[in-house]
């Protein structure tokens, strides 16, 4: 059974840096796509990126540039490097991963079934 652990919220000023990991246990990352989402208070889960499993990206338009995915196979571990952060950053974070295809990578949703159980990022001064 897949476990995802996410790690590396906080608290950070407009402008700042985090890195966020998704670590996983209980199987191999190397068969999987993996996602990150975000859920700000009375919104909807937002997808943000993804990765898949030949290492190609996706980003949504409101991270793109500033956000960047990695993977690291031997810690079955991925990473979001999140740049020029501003407050509208400020959500819950999941990661997600699914079973998929070398070259399938997603932000929906609807198609992950593992999921992390998120951490807190919080833009403010």
């Known amino acids: 059974q897949l476990r995802l652990v996410e790690s590396g919220g906080g608290l950070v000023q407009p402008g700042g840096s985090l890195r966020l990991s998704c670590a996983a246990s209980g199987s191999s990352l190397s068969h999987s796509a993996i996602a990150w989402f975000r859920q700000a208070p009375g919104t909807e889960r937002e997808g943000i990126s993804c990765?898949?499993?030949?290492?190609?990206?996706n980003y949504a338009d409101s991270v793109k540039g500033r956000f960047f995915m990695s993977r690291d196979s031997a810690k079955n571990t991925v990473y979001l490097h999140m740049n020029s952060l501003k407050r509208d950053d400020t959500a819950v974070y999941y990661c997600?991963?699914?079973?998929?295809?070398?070259?399938?990578?997603?932000?929906?949703?609807?198609?992950?079934?593992?999921w992390g159980q998120g951490t807190q990022v919080t833009v403010s001064s």
């Open positions: 990765i898949n499993r030949e290492g190609t990206t």
């Open positions: 997600a991963a699914a079973v998929a295809m070398s070259y399938w990578c997603s932000t929906d949703a609807k198609s992950f079934a593992n």
